[in-house]
């Protein structure tokens, strides 16, 4: 009888775990995001745009292009809460990437140093594919990528 009740404690230990995590992510991406910061990572986002259309012989680059004023336009504007809150934390987890690998900004980077942390924010989001990936990103918003 011990033993029973023992795997019902952890199994409940377990789930109420597990419906905690659950509810704060739910949480952490149904709050109201915090737009004002949006326009302090405009260096970032500059950078990070750059990244992926550099500027070549005669043709401009995307921050010339002000892609990055765009970016933050559409982010305000035309983007769920949800995946507002995805974006800034993309750009945190970007941020705190950046100085914890180089001890710099992520614009004041080398491009081989922007490139590397840009491919490791690649290889960390997890996307699902087919209905299971569709499911994520109607509840879970789409990842920063």
Known sequence: MKRKQAILGILGIT????????????????RKPDLSRLTTFKAQIDALAETILPATSGVPGAKEA????????????ATSPIEQNKFMDGLEWIKQKSESRHQKKFESLTK???QEIFQMAMRDQTHFKGMVGKVQNKFLGRTFF
């Open 15 to 30: 789930a109420g775990t597990a419906a905690t995590y659950a509810g704060w992510q739910w949480y952490r991406l149904q």
């Open 66 to 77: 002000g892609v990055g004023d765009f970016i933050i336009t559409m982010v305000k504007d």
């Open 112 to 114: 081989q140093q922007q």
